[in-house]
């Protein structure tokens, strides 16, 4: 490396460039006298990107006044403690790994579990099992496959896990009670966004209504609202785009996209683009992005729920449901589906999957078409990219 930082380095001095430092003297050293320089709460110390799920990524400069933030979601909504051993499998390339599985646990003094090979469910499981780890966090990806691969559906008997969390998009019910029963501990599903950190969550620490499913309830030091296309609040059981009331919110901290790539803020409201119903409880329940929902027939359809319901078939191993342009529904609703091991493509495997919907949802949040994938495109942080399939079901037809 030019130029190489300092290097210390242990042991016998053979190995030493004349540059290096020795790790004894080093420690030996006085202490430092002059105080760390004080900086502003609104000075960076992160330079991000959104993760790219419908559209190109865009800056976000962390301040220091996150860290209130990071260090709330951690004790309240993951349930960090210091005698925790904690594993976040998210990648430090994405927000969730680098606020929650380095920053955040530093902040509370626990200990963090890295492991740099590529997912898969083997290792996961041996790397749990070797370092005893008592507290997981995950994205719904990899839930999916550890659950596919059926390695874990007994582990809760060889593993020390207490507690579990979830975020990137949301985890279905299926999914959600084979945590429990296979790892032996709960689940909760989070809700947050590169720009905010986690805003809404389901909280292990906070006793709150917990529906199997939903986003939960703000964390504390935000205030979540519904606003509808004039930017009015929504009540309760109406489906609107969730926003920040900034000025109610004390803990917020972003001050918008770093290159001013685009304005998400509006009368005092930061504008997430998801779609979003707040439940009577207080609660909320995701329902889509803005641009995922599904209008079929004049019904507006959220992808979630069409997904989750395809996900209860035991041949599937994940789903993902767009809309596609149809010239008598406006939209039909299209899966696309990928099999676990041990099945194969049929169109009786798909009637079966349209009928499992149909019986669960309704007659107009059913999937006239399903195609079998080997994979669905995905941000690295595991998130699907649901444009892409739009765009792959909208493509003009070529012979």
Not at 84 to 95: I, S, V
Request: hydrophobic letters at 40%; charged letters at 20%; one cysteine or more.
């Amino acid at each position: 490396l030019e130029p190489c930082p300092p290097v210390l380095t242990i042991g016998e001095a053979s190995a030493r460039r004349e540059t290096d430092l020795d790790w004894q003297a080093a420690l030996d050293h006085p202490a430092l006298d002059q105080a760390p320089p004080r900086l502003s709460s609104e000075a960076p110390f992160l330079q991000m990107f959104t993760s790219g799920t419908v559209g190109k990524p865009k800056g976000v400069a962390v301040p220091l006044k996150a860290m209130m933030a990071f260090a709330l979601y951690m004790e309240l909504a993951v349930d960090l403690k210091r005698e925790d051993r904690f594993w976040n499998m998210a990648d430090p390339g994405w927000a969730y790994g680098l606020y929650y599985a380095i920053v955040g646990p530093l902040l509370l003094g626990a200990t963090t579990h890295f492991c740099e090979a590529g997912f898969s469910a083997e290792g996961a499981l041996a790397f749990m099992q070797r370092h005893r780890i008592t507290n997981f966090a995950a994205a719904p990806t990899a839930y999916r496959l550890m659950k596919a691969s059926a390695l874990f559906d007994e582990a809760h008997r060889t593993l020390a896990l207490r507690a579990a969390s979830s975020a990137g998009e949301p985890l279905n019910t299926e999914v959600v009670n084979w945590v429990e029963a296979s790892l032996g501990c709960p689940v909760m599903d989070h809700y947050g966004q590169t720009e905010t950190g986690m805003t809404c969550n389901n909280h292990h620490r906070l006793e709150h209504p917990k529906h199997v499913g939903g986003m939960g309830v703000p964390l504390p030091g935000y205030r979540l609202a519904i606003l509808d296309a004039e930017y009015n609040e929504l009540p309760p059981g109406q489906p609107g785009v969730l926003a920040v009331d900034i000025d109610r919110s004390p803990v917020h901290f972003f001050p918008g996209y770093t290159w001013q790539e685009k304005d998400p803020f509006v009368k005092g409201y930061y504008l997430t683009g998801d779609v979003v119903v707040q439940n009577e409880d207080g609660t909320f329940q995701f329902a889509g992005r803005d641009d995922d929902i599904i209008t079929t027939a004049g019904y507006r359809v959220g992808p979630t729920d069409v997904e989750n319901s395809v996900m209860t078939h035991p041949a599937v191993a994940e789903s993902a449901a767009v809309g596609k342009l149809d010239e008598i529904r406006g939209e039909i609703i299209k899966s696309f589906v990928v099999l676990r091991a041990g099945f194969e493509p049929s169109e009786a495997l798909a009637d079966e999957i349209r009928t499992r919907v149909r019986e669960r949802l309704s007659t107009h949040a059913f999937p006239r078409e399903v195609e079998f994938v080997d994979e669905l495109p995905k941000t690295p942080s595991g998130k699907i990219q649901r444009f892409k399939l739009r765009a792959q079901a909208n493509a003009p037809a070529t012979f």
